[in-house]
């Protein structure tokens, strides 16, 4: 309550101060620029300042209250347009028109708000991919990972249909970070089986930074950063939400959320609330019980948006609980329940486990609690961002009991973010930040994997950039610190951990540069230096996890990763055709994996493997093309391709996604009662991965089928969104390289037809 308490008492500090004043209102007129004709309900925003308005009937605008100096960008969004980006000065503009021209092609998204500032793509050297709503809703997932696990260059580490671990690159568990409500996410990310504890129905759109990020984020983003926004606030005035539902037949996975928000003279919250359910999956052969999931989550903000910046206050809660289907199967491949008694015949399982959504032993029970206070403040003519956070993760594995769990990590983490913007210079941006977390791990069950552990982080860096008419300079330095203190434990009376305490430091930089050489072609490149302390589970694990079927040992003498990493991106873009390519070389010096070092050592039964380090090196590249010819046709390809070589063994590295080429015509026509309306037909082909470690087997080659329709319905001034869509719509039977399940010889999910609903609701305000 106390920390709680603490939150509560900076909010209204922050809330209170407005030593800046409004000036007039900065409005305008959006219109079509060949009909000169108002277009109402375009969007415009200002992200740096998390403020939106929408055009009304008559195509005008008005931003009621923004800081009386500053350069800020403004993007402006309609349906059918080719989107506006211009920078604004609020020292002297009050009136500004925007005139949108039609475009028949998708472009990427124009703003980027992930990095240190709100820019255009085009002018922002890191490679950026953007999933929006309106994706997240046409592609039916089980969670935000597997959502976004079609950009190019990211797939997903499985276990099941509930747990995926992103990957970017070749590289996944703490060598990628994911940020909600501007926090970092922590919640034992080490784990083979452990997923990411956020509400995919909160995002507004996903951006996902491929390559290494340390230089914003220090140790944890040497392979990239998946960020998770939340929408804008609404326009002053307006009360808005939304309610939505889907239904997947494949796993009865029925998953609704709703959302209510307002906007009174810059007073601003929401609350949501959301609740998915599913029995274990089907696949081409059998459904594999016990593979169902359980999810609920609720959350809420507060803030004000004034002349002087916003502060916001998040508060969130997910609970999830899911089946781990550790089963046997007899000569007929039926499923069998473990004997009572050693020595036992196993009995088989009884037809009605395998589609209740009551789950049974073993099972995970994971709680993720948040609460983020974040700013935005104008001192002088600089700014201060900040995001002050606490959470509090809580894993349960329970194997023989529901009840009492065989593992209980509790983590806390209690972190802040400060970056202080300077007055733009010349052309000049310059930002200095510090940061830093504290983590107290504590076991609550009597079975220990990892000791009782404090953690402390800090780091600072700075940051310039120098920006042309055409081509843009980055470059930046950050220093980190990390201390981990393992406590010495005891298990069942015997000694099972002695005390360590760890201390890692590193200095790294990197430099960006980005050229448009006309309005159709770019190019962007970037090299530099990347680092990753190892976490507690390389140093210190000792015993068998639930469900990785092997004796972990970890190793307090590890040193850091330290990475040298060079990129580059080109791309071609015109009013009928979009093109890019990126490729990547990541030279990572003392990677931490997992090796046997002896094939004798066997422990509780199970082969043991140690935590060693080694030299390798990770590189490839994505391509993709996209025509849209004519209005009617979007015909899209993607490729993507990632070698992980382990210099010292010359082996390759474990885990590596195999090569995947992504293919989807969509049509999109116009009827006269309809809108936004598609049919689409996608291929999945994904290549034989025979570049595996030593731990692993090839998996083959597959293809996937996969179709979706979509439309808009109108019922007054009331719209509907309709989706139906099928995975697997050949019902084929397939492995993928990246399943956990791949040892044990489960199959991926079979055909999944899903059917989706988007109400989106004004209840007061513009309409």
Same mark, same amino acid.
């Given at each position: 309550?106390?920390?709680?308490?603490?939150?509560?008492?900076?909010?209204?500090?922050?809330?209170?101060?407005?030593?800046?004043?409004?000036?007039?209102?900065? =409005?305008?007129?959006?219109?079509?620029?060949?009909?000169? $004709?108002?277009? $109402?309900?375009?969007?415009?925003?200002?992200?740096?300042?998390?403020?939106?308005?929408?055009?009304?009937?008559?195509?005008?605008?008005?931003?009621?209250?923004?800081?009386?100096?500053?350069?800020?960008?403004?993007?402006?969004?309609?349906?059918?347009?080719?989107?506006?980006?211009?920078?604004?000065?609020?020292?002297?503009?009050?009136?500004?028109?925007?005139?949108?021209?039609?475009?028949?092609?998708?472009?990427?998204?124009?703003?980027?708000?992930?990095?240190?500032?709100?820019?255009? &793509?085009?002018?922002?050297?890191?490679?950026?991919?953007?999933?929006?709503?309106?994706?997240?809703?046409?592609?039916?997932?089980?969670?935000?990972?597997?959502?976004?696990? %079609?950009?190019?260059?990211?797939?997903?580490?499985?276990?099941?249909?509930?747990?995926?671990?992103?990957?970017?690159?070749?590289?996944?568990?703490?060598?990628?970070?994911?940020?909600?409500?501007?926090?970092?996410?922590?919640?034992?990310?080490?784990?083979?089986?452990?997923?990411?504890?956020?509400?995919?129905?909160?995002?507004?759109?996903?951006?996902?930074? %491929?390559? $290494?990020?340390?230089?914003?984020?220090?140790?944890?983003?040497?392979?990239?950063?998946?960020?998770?926004?939340?929408?804008?606030?609404?326009?002053?005035?307006?009360?808005?939400?939304?309610?939505?539902?889907?239904?997947?037949?494949? &796993?009865?996975?029925?998953?609704?959320?709703?959302?209510?928000?307002?906007? #009174?003279?810059?007073?601003?919250?929401?609350?949501?609330?959301?609740?998915?359910?599913?029995?274990?999956?089907?696949?081409?052969?059998?459904?594999?019980?016990?593979?169902?999931?359980?999810?609920?989550?609720?959350?809420?903000?507060?803030?004000?948006?004034?002349?002087?910046?916003?502060?916001?206050?998040?508060?969130?809660?997910? %609970?999830?609980?899911?089946?781990?289907?550790?089963?046997?199967?007899?000569?007929?491949?039926?499923?069998?329940?473990?004997?009572?008694?050693?020595?036992?015949?196993?009995?088989?399982?009884?037809?009605?486990?395998?589609?209740?959504?009551?789950?049974?032993?073993?099972?995970?029970?994971?709680?993720?609690?948040?609460?983020?206070?974040?700013?935005?403040?104008?001192?002088?003519?600089?700014?201060?961002?900040?995001?002050?956070?606490?959470?509090?993760?809580?894993?349960?594995?329970?194997?023989?009991?529901?009840?009492?769990?065989?593992?209980?990590?509790?983590?806390?983490?209690?972190? /802040?973010?400060?970056?202080?913007?300077?007055?733009?210079?010349?052309?000049?941006?310059?930002?200095?930040?510090?940061?830093?977390?504290?983590?107290?791990? =504590?076991?609550?069950?009597?079975?220990?994997?990892?000791?009782?552990?404090?953690?402390?982080?800090?780091?600072?860096?700075?940051?310039?950039?120098?920006?042309?008419?055409?081509?843009?300079?980055?470059?930046?330095?950050?220093?980190?610190? %990390?201390?981990?203190?393992?406590?010495?434990?005891?298990?069942?009376?015997?000694?099972?951990?002695?005390?360590?305490?760890?201390?890692?430091?590193?200095?790294?930089? $990197?430099?960006?540069?980005?050229?448009?050489?006309?309005?159709?072609?770019?190019?962007?490149?970037?090299?530099?230096?990347?680092?990753?302390?190892?976490?507690?589970?390389?140093?210190?694990?000792?015993?068998?996890?639930?469900?990785?079927?092997?004796?972990?040992?970890?190793?307090?003498? @590890?040193?850091?990763?330290?990475?040298?990493?060079?990129?580059?991106?080109?791309?071609?873009?015109?009013?009928?055709?979009?093109?890019?390519?990126?490729?990547?070389?990541?030279?990572?010096?003392?990677?931490? /994996?997992?090796?046997?070092?002896?094939?004798?050592?066997?422990?509780?039964?199970?082969?043991?493997?140690?935590?060693?380090?080694?030299?390798?090196?990770?590189?490839?590249?994505?391509?993709?093309?996209?025509?849209?010819?004519?209005?009617?046709?979007?015909?899209?390809?993607?490729?993507?391709?990632?070698?992980?070589?382990?210099?010292?063994?010359?082996?390759?590295?474990?885990?590596?996604?195999?090569?995947?080429?992504?293919?989807?015509?969509?049509?999109?026509?116009?009827?006269?009662?309809?809108?936004?309306?598609?049919?689409?037909?996608? @291929?999945?082909?994904?290549?034989?991965?025979?570049?595996?470690?030593?731990?692993?087997?090839?998996?083959?080659?597959?293809?996937?089928?996969?179709?979706?329709?979509?439309?808009?319905?109108?019922?007054?001034?009331?719209?509907?969104?309709?989706?139906?869509?099928?995975?697997?719509?050949?019902?084929?039977?397939?492995?993928?390289?990246? #399943?956990?399940?791949?040892?044990?010889?489960?199959?991926?999910?079979?055909?999944?037809?899903?059917?989706?609903?988007?109400?989106?609701?004004?209840?007061?305000?513009?309409?």
């Amino acid at each position: 309550m106390k920390l709680y308490s603490l939150f509560i008492s900076l909010f209204i500090l922050l809330s209170s101060f407005d030593t800046m004043a409004d000036i007039p209102a900065i =409005k305008g007129r959006v219109t079509d620029a060949d009909t000169q $004709a108002p277009l $109402a309900g375009a969007t415009l925003s200002i992200p740096e300042l998390r403020i939106s308005v929408v055009s009304n009937q008559n195509g005008e605008y008005h931003f009621p209250s923004l800081p009386s100096k500053g350069r800020f960008l403004i993007e402006v969004k309609f349906i059918g347009y080719k989107s506006v980006v211009q920078t604004i000065n609020t020292t002297s503009l009050a009136s500004v028109d925007f005139k949108l021209e039609k475009s028949v092609i998708e472009v990427q998204e124009v703003v980027v708000t992930g990095t240190l500032n709100s820019s255009m &793509n085009t002018k922002n050297s890191t490679s950026v991919a953007v999933v929006n709503k309106a994706d997240l809703l046409r592609l039916p997932s089980n969670n935000i990972v597997d959502a976004i696990s %079609r950009i190019p260059g990211v797939s997903q580490i499985t276990t099941g249909a509930a747990i995926s671990k992103p990957v970017i690159r070749g590289m996944s568990y703490n060598r990628v970070i994911t940020l909600s409500d501007g926090v970092k996410q922590e919640g034992q990310q080490w784990g083979d089986e452990h997923g990411i504890e956020i509400d995919q129905y909160r995002a507004d759109r996903v951006e996902v930074l %491929r390559g $290494a990020a340390s230089l914003l984020y220090g140790s944890d983003a040497m392979g990239g950063v998946i960020n998770i926004i939340d929408p804008l606030p609404p326009s002053e005035g307006e009360i808005k939400g939304e309610f939505l539902t889907n239904y997947a037949t494949n &796993n009865g996975l029925s998953g609704t959320s709703a959302m209510i928000e307002g906007n #009174s003279n810059g007073f601003v919250w929401r609350g949501r609330g959301s609740y998915k359910n599913a029995f274990g999956y089907n696949t081409p052969d059998y459904r594999l019980p016990n593979s169902g999931f359980h999810e609920t989550n609720l959350s809420s903000q507060i803030g004000f948006n004034k002349a002087w910046g916003y502060v916001h206050l998040d508060l969130s809660s997910f %609970r999830q609980k899911l089946g781990l289907p550790e089963f046997e199967r007899n000569e007929s491949g039926q499923f069998i329940l473990e004997p009572e008694e050693e020595g036992e015949e196993g009995t088989v399982m009884s037809p009605s486990l395998y589609k209740t959504r009551n789950l049974f032993t073993p099972l995970q029970d994971i709680r993720h609690y948040k609460a983020a206070l974040n700013s935005y403040v104008l001192l002088g003519e600089g700014k201060l961002r900040s995001t002050i956070a606490f959470q509090n993760n809580q894993r349960r594995e329970l194997e023989e009991s529901e009840t009492d769990p065989s593992l209980f990590f509790d983590l806390k983490t209690y972190s /802040y973010d400060l970056k202080y913007y300077f007055k733009e210079l010349n052309s000049w941006e310059r930002v200095i930040g510090v940061s830093g977390a504290f983590q107290n791990n =504590k076991n609550k069950a009597e079975e220990l994997l990892v000791p009782d552990y404090d953690s402390y982080d800090l780091g600072a860096f700075a940051y310039t950039k120098k920006t042309w008419t055409n081509t843009t300079f980055n470059a930046g330095l950050r220093f980190d610190y %990390r201390n981990i203190d393992g406590k010495q434990m005891e298990e069942e009376g015997e000694p099972k951990f002695s005390a360590f305490s760890n201390n890692f430091s590193n200095i790294s930089g $990197a430099i960006g540069f980005t050229h448009e050489i006309n309005s159709t072609f770019n190019l962007k490149a970037n090299i530099g230096s990347a680092f990753r302390a190892p976490n507690v589970a390389e140093l210190s694990t000792d015993g068998i996890h639930e469900g990785t079927a092997r004796y972990e040992k970890g190793n307090p003498n @590890l040193d850091p990763e330290r990475s040298i990493y060079a990129d580059a991106a080109v791309s071609y873009h015109t009013s009928k055709m979009n093109i890019f390519l990126n490729a990547y070389n990541n030279y990572i010096h003392q990677y931490i /994996y997992l090796r046997r070092l002896s094939d004798n050592e066997i422990i509780d039964d199970h082969e043991v493997y140690h935590y060693v380090q080694d030299n390798a090196n990770l590189y490839g590249f994505e391509a993709g093309l996209t025509l849209h010819p004519v209005s009617l046709i979007h015909f899209e390809n993607s490729f993507s391709l990632t070698r992980a070589r382990n210099n010292s063994t010359k082996d390759n590295l474990p885990f590596t996604p195999a090569p995947v080429l992504r293919n989807e015509l969509r049509f999109e026509p116009e009827f006269k009662n309809l809108q936004n309306t598609w049919f689409s037909i996608g @291929l999945d082909n994904v290549f034989k991965q025979n570049h595996v470690d030593v731990l692993e087997t090839p998996s083959p080659a597959y293809t996937l089928v996969n179709a979706s329709f979509g439309t808009t319905v109108k019922l007054g001034s009331q719209t509907l969104q309709l989706s139906v869509s099928a995975n697997n719509l050949f019902d084929k039977a397939y492995i993928d390289h990246l #399943s956990r399940f791949k040892n044990d010889g489960f199959l991926n999910p079979g055909r999944n037809i899903s059917f989706g609903l988007f109400v989106p609701l004004v209840l007061s305000g513009v309409k």
